[in-house]
Nanobody, 126 residues
């Protein structure tokens, strides 16, 4: 059974950093694309970043996080990370990791996510 569990969220001041983790189980991470999404209060869920399976290797970042966020994967540890630097109040949201069973490459909007994690909250505030 494909499962995703996020961790690492919390309260951080503007300009600070956090590293989110997405622990995966039930599948071989090498062959799966993993995406990070976020949903701020009162807003729709949006795609933040995505890493395609190892064989494809492509990475996507939303314009709003380019240069500040870095996605990475440790296939041996079955974990995908999202390093978030220079955080802004507008980054406040619940962050979710997600995957697809029907494709090994990161899709684009509307994303058609097939498996979601439970989410981890991130609050950027002074």
């Amino acid at each position: 059974q494909v499962q995703l569990v996020e961790s690492g969220g919390g309260l951080v001041k503007p300009g600070g950093s956090l590293r989110l983790s997405c622990a995966t189980s039930g599948f071989t991470l090498d062959y799966y694309a993993i995406g990070w999404f976020r949903q701020a209060p009162g807003k729709e869920r949006e795609g933040v970043s995505c890493t395609s399976s190892t064989i494809y290797g492509s990475i996507y970042y939303a314009d709003s996080v380019k240069g500040r966020f870095t996605i990475s994967r440790d296939n041996a540890e079955n974990t995908v990370y999202l390093q978030m630097n220079s955080l802004k109040p507008e980054d406040t949201a619940v962050y979710y990791c997600a995957t697809w069973e029907s494709t090994m490459r990161c899709p684009r909007e509307p994303w058609d996510v097939e498996v979601w994690g439970q989410g981890t909250p991130v609050t950027v505030s002074s």
